[in-house]
């Protein structure tokens, strides 16, 4: 099948979930220009993701990601989760299209169950004892 | 795009010309690499026992791996285990853990929230009303021409290398939204803008717990504050030395910053 890895600034790892399960797939890096817009990025970020980039191998675009990554006509796309909303929207407009696969990302602590997140407190008291194995 | 570059100015050229209303915003190019190897050199480098002493100071032994773990090339996990492997006790790496753990908590509430990052979590605990606050952020700070060294100097840093430490991000912010009187969106804005780790859920949250709007009380700090955490090294020749606006007690500058009733 025709695979095609879609990274995104959050899951720029040589070893992220996606290179690993499939590691002969093609990997396309797409600079969301309205993302760059919207949050008014100065060449700093730019320069610090495309020298990440280079050290991958993957295809690097600029432009609207979905309409980049669909170009190149996968038959599936494989990505790695995030909780960015344009993550999400993006998700949603390649899923109309073709079959997407989503690979958990690596979490910091495993925990199943629900956390109140109101304050910082609440969320460490059941997390720190995980945490630290207490 | 191309994938091979003679050197870094090279590349900045090359960006400039790919990404032209980034540069014209700022095309400067941070002294801090990009990539996994330069990733793992700041991660091999942590010291998480005097991390949990000195971390406030502007010259503590602070990580600098925020911008590699904000872009996945390290993950907290990884940060998480090198930390405890390098002290004898876990709790020696406690300070630290609990940093990252913050970076988690942003995360999962980012989750809930999504967008609404942007929007005011809580009411504010000032005393103010919304409209009190500038919409956009004055061109003396964003250009770091205010006159008071310690936040030139931070706007000079953040524009150069796209880092600032903690402790600056947190004095500069209570700068821009109490002592100026600025929404706290328009200098999250100016941070995403300019951070190598620009994310809108750590910085965004963070500015809304300095402004109040996620916290139970506005966060300010005072000129002897900044003082000691800094060495002096901007009081020493600043040009308002002992009249800036940040002189005097807590108490007399809550009285002057707020309209907080007693309670």
Same mark, same amino acid.
């Given at each position: 099948?025709?695979?095609?890895?879609?990274?995104?600034?959050?899951?720029?790892?040589?070893?992220?979930?996606?290179?690993?399960?499939?590691?002969?797939?093609?990997?396309?890096?797409?600079?969301?220009?309205?993302?760059?817009?919207?949050?008014?990025?100065?060449?700093?970020?730019?320069?610090?993701?495309?020298?990440?980039?280079?050290?991958?191998?993957?295809?690097?675009?600029?432009?609207?990601?979905?309409?980049?990554?669909?170009?190149?006509?996968?038959?599936?796309?494989?990505?790695?989760?995030?909780?960015?909303?344009?993550?999400?929207?993006?998700?949603?407009?390649?899923?109309?299209?073709?079959?997407?696969?989503?690979?958990?990302?690596?979490?910091?602590?495993?925990?199943?169950?629900?956390?109140?997140?109101?304050?910082?407190?609440?969320?460490?008291?059941?997390?720190?004892?995980?945490?630290?194995?207490? | 795009?191309?994938?091979?570059?003679?050197?870094?100015?090279?590349?900045?050229?090359?960006?400039?010309?790919?990404?032209?209303?980034?540069?014209?915003?700022?095309?400067?190019?941070?002294?801090?690499?990009?990539?996994?190897?330069?990733?793992?050199?700041?991660?091999?480098?942590?010291?998480?026992?005097?991390?949990?002493?000195?971390?406030?100071?502007?010259?503590?032994?602070?990580?600098?791996?925020?911008?590699?773990?904000?872009?996945?090339?390290?993950?907290?996990?990884?940060?998480?285990?090198?930390?405890?492997?390098?002290?004898?006790?876990?709790?020696?790496?406690?300070?630290?853990?609990?940093?990252?753990?913050?970076?988690?908590?942003?995360?999962?509430?980012?989750?809930?929230?999504?967008?609404?990052?942007?929007?005011?979590?809580?009411?504010?605990?000032?005393?103010?009303?919304?409209?009190?606050?500038?919409?956009?952020?004055?061109?003396?700070?964003?250009?770091?021409?205010?006159?008071?060294?310690?936040?030139?100097?931070?706007?000079?840093?953040?524009?150069?290398?796209?880092?600032?430490?903690?402790?600056?991000?947190?004095?500069?912010?209570?700068?821009?939204?109490?002592?100026?009187?600025?929404?706290?969106?328009?200098?999250?804005? $100016? $941070?995403?803008?300019?951070?190598?780790?620009?994310?809108?859920?750590?910085?965004?949250?963070?500015?809304?717990?300095?402004?109040?709007?996620?916290?139970?009380?506005?966060?300010?700090?005072?000129?002897?504050?900044?003082?000691?955490?800094?060495?002096?090294?901007?009081?020493?020749?600043?040009?308002?030395?002992?009249?800036?606006?940040?002189?005097?007690?807590?108490?007399?500058?809550?009285?002057?910053?707020?309209?907080?009733?007693?309670?």
């Amino acid at each position: 099948m025709n695979e095609l890895i879609w990274l995104h600034p959050d899951c720029l790892a040589a070893d992220n979930p996606a290179y690993l399960k499939y590691p002969m797939a093609k990997a396309l890096f797409v600079f969301d220009e309205d993302e760059i817009e919207t949050e008014q990025w100065t060449l700093k970020r730019i320069a610090f993701l495309y020298e990440t980039l280079i050290e991958l191998p993957a295809e690097i675009e600029r432009g609207d990601v979905a309409a980049k990554l669909l170009a190149r006509r996968p038959e599936k796309i494989v990505t790695v989760e995030s909780i960015n909303p344009r993550f999400r929207d993006c998700l949603k407009q390649l899923e109309a299209v073709v079959p997407v696969e989503v690979l958990a990302a690596v979490a910091f602590v495993d925990y199943r169950g629900s956390l109140d997140l109101k304050r910082f407190s609440r969320y460490w008291k059941r997390v720190e004892p995980i945490v630290f194995d207490k | 795009m191309e994938r091979s570059f003679a050197s870094r100015q090279e590349l900045a050229e090359y960006l400039s010309r790919e990404f032209p209303s980034a540069a014209a915003r700022d095309g400067q190019i941070s002294p801090i690499a990009g990539g996994r190897e330069a990733g793992e050199l700041a991660l091999a480098a942590i010291q998480p026992d005097r991390y949990g002493f000195n971390r406030n100071y502007l010259d503590g032994n602070v990580s600098r791996l925020s911008p590699y773990i904000r872009h996945g090339i390290l993950t907290l996990k990884q940060a998480k285990e090198l930390a405890f492997s390098k002290v004898k006790d876990r709790l020696h790496a406690a300070k630290f853990v609990t940093e990252l753990a913050w970076r988690d908590y942003w995360q999962r509430l980012y989750q809930t929230m999504g967008k609404g990052v942007w929007e005011d979590r809580e009411d504010l605990k000032t005393g103010l009303p919304a409209g009190a606050y500038a919409e956009k952020l004055p061109e003396d700070i964003a250009s770091g021409e205010t006159g008071l060294a310690c936040m030139d100097a931070f706007v000079k840093q953040l524009r150069a290398t796209g880092y600032l430490h903690n402790h600056s991000r947190m004095w500069f912010a209570a700068y821009v939204v109490h002592f100026r009187r600025v929404r706290w969106q328009a200098g999250a804005l $100016f $941070f995403l803008s300019h951070l190598l780790d620009g994310d809108p859920a750590s910085n965004n949250l963070s500015w809304q717990w300095v402004a109040s709007t996620f916290s139970h009380k506005p966060y300010f700090f005072n000129r002897e504050n900044l003082e000691k955490y800094t060495h002096s090294v901007y009081c020493r020749t600043c040009p308002v030395r002992g009249r800036c606006d940040f002189e005097g007690s807590y108490e007399k500058l809550e009285e002057k910053l707020f309209r907080i009733e007693a309670r």
